[in-house]
């Protein structure tokens, strides 16, 4: 099984896992039924602060990455999200998915090699890739 990164915008019937909702804000346009979410982690994005700090700048993304690395790495809610990715993946895929529209430069990128090093001890690394 493996984390991956998508749009909410993408069809969920096209998509087949545990699909988590990483962003603090509701996506614009989608319905809570259509998004077919397993769980919103909300707590997971990064803070308000932050994301208006990067305004979706690609040039601040080495920035952002650091500081919301640090702000992962201080999340009281942390440890129980790394036990329900860890607990998923033994069955499923686990989706990270995500409203912003660049598909490389957004915090579900970061947030899922974050999950790989952390869970690396604790899931197969077989489990881990596509």
């Not at 988590?20 to 809570?32: A, F, N």
């Not at 790495?73 to 129980?80: G, I, K, Q, R, T």
Request: some cysteine; aromatic content about 10%; glycine content about 4%.
């Amino acid at each position: 099984m493996a984390i991956k990164c998508e749009r909410i915008y993408t069809k969920p019937a096209d998509l087949d896992g545990y699909r988590v909702l990483v962003d603090r804000l509701w996506p614009r346009g989608i319905s809570k039924v259509n998004a077919q979410l397993a769980t919103w982690e909300k707590e997971m994005g990064p803070t308000t602060d932050l994301r208006k700090w990067f305004n979706h700048d690609p040039e601040k993304f080495p920035e952002f990455k650091k500081r919301y690395v640090a702000e992962l790495e201080e999340n009281e809610a942390l440890p129980a999200f790394l036990d329900l990715v860890a607990t998923q993946l033994v069955d499923q895929d686990v989706i990270l998915l995500y409203g912003a529209k660049d598909e490389e430069h957004n915090q579900a990128v970061i947030l899922k090699d974050f999950l790989l090093e952390r869970l690396a001890d604790r899931v197969p690394a077989a489990r881990l890739t596509d």
